[in-house]
Each structure stands twice: as C-alpha cells, then as structure tokens.
C-alpha cells in the first residue's frame, strides 16, 4: 500500500512537471511571436492592393519544437495580424484548413495514401483546390512556415501565391531575435584633414626707433593696414562620440601674411593646434555626412625667420558639408596673447589687431 502511495506521488509530480514544462514553452513561444507581429504588420503594404481575400492553405511545422496546438496558435496570430493590419479579409473554407490526418485518394486503377501533416484536403488535389478558389472567390492562397532556433528564435515564413496561375505575390520571413551585424569601421577613414584657406588680418601699428646719434631717438608710427593670410594646415582627429559626429585633432600649419601697403607686416608663421568639430543637423543621406557642423581651433602661431613673439589664437567657425568629402569654412579668429611681434636684429615692433575672419576649403581623407 504504501509503495502504491509513493508511486502514485511521483506520477503527480512527474505530470506536474511536464506541466510546467509545457506552459513555459508555450510561454516563451508567446513571447517571440509577439515580437514577429509587428514585423507582419509593417510589410502587409507590399501586398498588392487587389488581394483581399486569402486563406491559409498549409502550414509546415517541425514537431520536435512545436505541438499541432503551439502551430495552430501561432496561424491564429498570423490571421488576426493579417486582419488587423489591412483590408485583408481571411476565409477558412473547411477543405483548405490544414491538418495532420491520413487521406485517400483513388480511382478504378489507381490508390494514393497520403499523410497531410499541415496541410489541407485540397492541397492533395488540384482539381478540389481549384474548385474551392472558384466557390470562395479566394485571391491568395497563404503558405506558412514555422521555425525554431539557437539564436534567431522563432522564423516565421509567409509565402503567398495566386491560385489561378501560381504566380508567387508575396514571400517574407520573420524573425523574432534578429542577427545584427556591425560592420567594423575603418579608423582610417575621413580622419586626416587638409585645409586651405584665405583670411583677412589687420595690421594695427608699426613702430621703429632709429638712433641718429645727434640727440634723442627718431620714433615712427605706421597704423591700420589690411593684411592678407595664406594659409594651410593637416590634421589628425579622433571620434569623441560616433552618434552625434563629434571629433577632436591636432594640427600643424603655416600661415602666410602679406601686407598691401608695409613691408614690415609681411609675416611666415608655424602653426601647432588642436581643434574640435561638431554636427548641429541631421544626416544627409545622399552626402552620408552632416550637414553643418561647428568648429573651434586654438593654436599658438610662432614666427619664422628673425622674429619673436608667439601669438595664441582661438578660430572659431561654421562649417558646410557640401560632399561626403569636400567642406566650407567660413571662420572667425581671435589673438588671446601675443599681439606683437619683434625683429631681432633691429628695433622694428609690429602689433596686429586682435580680430580677423577667413574663408577654407576643407578636404577630408
């Protein structure tokens, strides 16, 4: 008696299990599917706008992960997503329900056993389906296929074909855990600059003191004159965020001035920087680049020849994408020290004004 209560405990808890075991399947299927009806939903647009009713004609499943009530469930889902999401109308004509029952088909000479593991009477005969599609007036005959796997879940695939020439009208699958990819970037790209540039300076003053050696020194001022900057630079830059395009590099350039009215103005200096960009609009997808992006540079210029003085600068700017690779920059600049430049071998001091503005052309490779 009591090795009959101790089996008849372990039955209840062997059933209690497998119990269990089943609802979490069927609750982990639910879940996936639920993440594939929106994808159906969303392609039901590529359905041709003349099909407006369908039926359901066969259903391919792998009994090894899905039960014929798991199948039947999802088909279900699929239906009312059909229905839900369009004008579809969906017929369930008792001959092309899909089913896993023995039929036979025979004549006087001739005796066919077949076993229509999801799929309906009429899929069997070409005869009866095309009688069914004439009597229901059904426009697209619906093949589902449904797969389990590791990784992706569950694959659900829906053909559909028109049932008077069998022209395929639309095939898509489904993924409930779809496989992204991310394609690896090369760090190499986009990331040296070149720049040339034309800007506007302004020589402020012009001193030199000249020792005639018959009393006090001679002292002469030359004031205001326009000085052009030629000038280049390559950079280097590092992605500080890859989502709103934002970089940060350093530079090495040379800055050619030249005056239009005082030799004294005319000025070679190297240039050492940093500089930073940032997009302020959205993508451009024929450019595949921002569109307009704010730059800032700051830079300490050093004279070149017998010249001393460093100049440090701010330059900030506006830049415009006009290619994937080719930019505009129209920019502004500002001498924070170091205004004033010396000549070594004699007593000539040069002051620019603090404040000019340029135009560059920006190449990104």
Known sequence: ???????????????????????????????????????????????????????????????????????NYIRAEVEATIQRGSAIRILTPPELEPNDELKIFGND?????????????????QILLQEVVERYDIQGLVELTIQKKYFEGIVLTMRMINPNNQELIFARSFVSNPIRFTEKKDSSIHHFVASFGLGNW???????????????????VNNDDTILDLNFSLSYRQSISDDNSSYLGALIGFHNLRSRNIDA?????????????????????????????????????????DRSGELIMISPGLQLNLTRNLSLNLYTQSILSG?????????QVITFNRFGYGLQGMVRF
């Open 109 to 125: 000479s001739t005796l066919q056993v077949s076993n229509l593991e999801g799929r309906s009477f009429a899929d069997n005969s």
């Open 265 to 305: 103005f005319d000025v070679n200096f190297f240039e050492l920087g940093l500089t930073w960009d940032q997009a302020i609009s959205k993508r451009i997808a024929h450019i595949n680049e921002y569109r307009v992006k704010l730059l800032a540079k700051g830079s300490v210029l050093f004279p070149l020849g």
């Open 202 to 220: 302004n020589g402020e003053s012009f001193l030199e003191i000249q020792d005639s050696g018959m009393g006090p020194d001679t002292v002469s």
């Open 1 to 71: 008696m009591q090795a009959r209560s101790i089996a008849g405990l372990l039955l209840m808890v062997i059933i209690a299990s497998t119990e269990v075991v089943a609802q979490e399947k069927k609750d982990a299927n639910t879940y996936l599917l639920h993440k594939i009806t929106p994808q159906i939903e969303a392609a039901l647009g590529e359905i041709p706008i003349g099909i407006r009713r369908v039926s359901v004609y066969r259903l391919n499943y792998d009994p090894q992960f899905f039960t014929p009530e798991d199948a």
């Open 339 to 347: 205004e004033r430049i010396r000549e070594d071998d004699s007593f």
